[in-house]
C-alpha cells in the first residue's frame, strides 16, 4: 500500500511539472493509479479529481480575463456542464471492462493531439480568423461551434487526455482570438469539467480518495516547481518525453486489454 501511495505520488508531481510547462500530466498520473490496483474507469475519475486544484489555482490566476468575458461564462458553463455530466455518467455506466477496452484507443488519441498540437493550433487558428475577421466572439458562438465545444466536454468528463487543447480549439472556432482570454476560459472550463466528474462519481460510484489526496498534492507540488522553471526547461525535450511516455502506453494497454484476453 505504502509503495502504491509512493507511486502515485511521484507521478503526481511529475504531472504537475510537466503540466506547467508543456501540459500531457494525464499520461504520468493516470498510468499511476491503475499501476497502483484502482480499476481503470476509477482510476479516470479520480486523476480527474486528483488533478483539480492545479485548474482551480490556473482559473484563479487568470480570473481577470475571465471577468472581462463574464456575459459569455453562462452560457459556456451551460454548455460545458452539460457535455461533461453526459461523459461522466457514460464513463461509470460502461463500468470498468468497458472502459479497459476503450482504454488503448483513447491513449493513442490523447498522445496524438498532444504530438501534433501546435499544427492543430495552427489549422484552428487560421479557420478562426477566417470566419471571425473584424467581429467579436459572442457569447455561444454558432449552433455547430457550441456543439463542438459540447462534445469536447463529453470526452472530457469521459477521459480528458488531451482535452485542454480541443478546448482552446473549440474555443477558436467559437471566435476568441486573444490567448489569454482563451486561456482563462480553458482553465474555468476545466474546472466545471472535473466538478461534474467529482459530481456523478461521488453520486453513483465514489472516489479513490486516499489516491486521489496524494494525486492532488503531488500535482500542486509539481506545478508550483514546474512553474519556477518554465523558462528554463528546453520544452521541446518535454514534449518529447510525454510523446514516448504515450506511445509506451499504447503498447502496454493494447497487450493488456486486447490482444492478451484474445490469446486467453
Known sequence: MFLDFLLIAVAALAAGFVNAIAGGGTFFSFPAFVAA?????????????????????????????????????????????????????LLYW?????????????????????????????????????????????????????????????????????????????????????IQQSNAIKNYLAVLIIASVFAVFIVQGGIAWGQTLVCAVGAMTGGFVGASVAKKMPVGWLRGMVIFVGIALTVIYTWQYWIKPALA
Not at 492545479?54 to 480575463?65: D, H, Q, S
Request: net charge positive.
Open 37 to 89: 490496483g484502482v480499476p481503470p474507469a476509477l482510476a479516470s475519475a479520480s486523476n480527474n479529481v486528483g488533478l483539480w486544484p492545479g485548474n482551480g489555482m490556473a482559473a484563479f490566476a487568470y480570473r481577470r480575463e475571465l471577468w472581462a468575458v463574464r456575459a459569455h461564462l453562462p452560457f459556456l458553463s451551460f454548455v460545458t456542464l452539460a457535455g461533461s455530466t453526459a461523459g461522466a455518467a
Open 94 to 178: 460502461i463500468g470498468n471492462d468497458g472502459f479497459a477496452r476503450l482504454l488503448p484507443a483513447l491513449v493513442v488519441f490523447a498522445t496524438a493531439l498532444f504530438a501534433y498540437a501546435e499544427q492543430i493550433r495552427g489549422w484552428v487558428l487560421r479557420i478562426a480568423q477566417r470566419q471571425t475577421s473584424g467581429a467579436e466572439p459572442r457569447a455561444g458562438g454558432s449552433l455547430a461551434s457550441a456543439l463542438g465545444l459540447g462534445i469536447v466536454a463529453v470526452y472530457g468528463g469521459f477521459f480528458g487526455g488531451g482535452v485542454n487543447l480541443m478546448v482552446l480549439a473549440s474555443l477558436s472556432l467559437m471566435g476568441y482570438r486573444d
